[in-house]
């Protein structure tokens, strides 16, 4: 069996940064989350449905990963 390169062991791939970023914002914030019928404010840009609450995060993954690789 054959290993990749060695890392070390505090060492994290920029997938796994971006995820745990994603995570932070998403629970912070309530990026995308679907909306209820309840009274009171709906902010806009969250979902109806849970694909469309799929969606969001999947762009907002894609955001922290440029974020974190350094792309603009």
Same mark, same amino acid.
């Given at each position: 069996?054959?290993?990749?390169?060695?890392? $070390?062991?505090?060492?994290?791939?920029?997938?796994?940064?971006?995820?745990?970023?994603?995570?932070?914002?998403?629970?912070?914030?309530?990026?995308?989350?679907?909306?209820?019928?309840?009274?009171?404010?709906?902010?806009?840009?969250?979902?109806?449905?849970?694909?469309?609450?799929?969606? $969001?995060?999947?762009?907002?993954?894609?955001?922290?990963?440029?974020?974190?690789?350094?792309?603009?």
């Amino acid at each position: 069996m054959e290993e990749g390169p060695a890392l $070390h062991a505090g060492a994290r791939r920029n997938e796994d940064i971006a995820l745990d970023l994603m995570k932070f914002v998403a629970m912070t914030t309530g990026y995308g989350r679907t909306t209820s019928s309840g009274v009171g404010f709906q902010g806009t840009g969250s979902a109806a449905k849970p694909d469309e609450y799929a969606a $969001h995060l999947l762009e907002l993954y894609g955001k922290c990963r440029a974020a974190v690789e350094g792309k603009k």
